[in-house]
């Protein structure tokens, strides 16, 4: 075997390597998609408008997405008056999943199913949980892959902050 | 250069055609199901320990806990 050959096959592993691997396809930087075009199960907040909006991926079978419910429902209650909305988007398979663990972690903001799996498929979220926190002109601004207890607390806290500032 | 041409594609072939499924983050529910775990039975998770133990001279190094989330 020569050496040109070898090249190819390594150049060709890598090119195999990074289909295999893909980051979320939603950046930071992107506008967020319009949720209302997806079959969400469940209500949607009625506009989006000017608001700060942290949309959340998670499942019933994810653990750090339980202990992150409690965090956001307090995020939620302490700056709705100021333009924030969390929007929570289960990715359960099944609906009686998602309502089992909603009763056991109740919260006060929007969830959401995405039952048939089309927007998560469009945003592709790296891990459960992730979040986008998007600005009020509807951009993403940060991402949060998985959620690491007061670490991210704070972040949330920090950049919520400096989002809902911007007048809208 | 045809062998070379079907050394190339075969090894192509063998890239991309192989039997590993990419399973997403969001789709991993049934893999984190509790009948997916091996030690869901403790008492026969302690047996099992207990034959490996003293029949099979292996031990151990089975009591990280592993489940199919892959999450955070």
Known sequence: ?168 | MKLRLLFTAGTAALLFTTGCANVKPWERGTLTDDTMRADRHPIETAQAQHIWFSREEATGGSGVGGGGCGCN
């Open chain 1, 1 to 168: 075997m020569n050496t040109s050959l070898l090249k190819k096959l390594a150049v060709a592993t890598l090119l195999a390597g990074t289909l295999f691997t893909a980051p979320a396809a939603l950046k930071v930087g992107d506008t967020a998609p319009d949720l209302a075009g997806f079959k969400l199960e469940g209500p949607l907040p009625s506009s989006f408008k000017g608001k700060v909006v942290i949309l959340d991926f998670w499942a019933s079978w994810c653990g750090p997405c339980a202990e992150s419910f409690p965090v956001m429902d307090e995020l939620q209650k302490k700056y709705q008056d100021q333009g924030l909305v969390i929007v929570a988007v289960s990715v359960d398979e099944k609906a009686a999943k998602m309502e089992t663990f909603l009763k056991k972690n109740p919260v006060s903001f929007t969830v959401v199913r995405d039952a048939e799996h089309k927007l998560v498929a469009t945003v592709e979220p790296p891990t459960m949980p992730t979040s986008f926190i998007i600005d009020r002109e509807g951009k993403v601004r940060f991402l949060h892959s998985g959620f690491h207890g007061a670490t991210t607390r704070k972040e949330y806290v920090e950049q919520i902050e400096s989002l809902l500032k911007a007048t809208p």
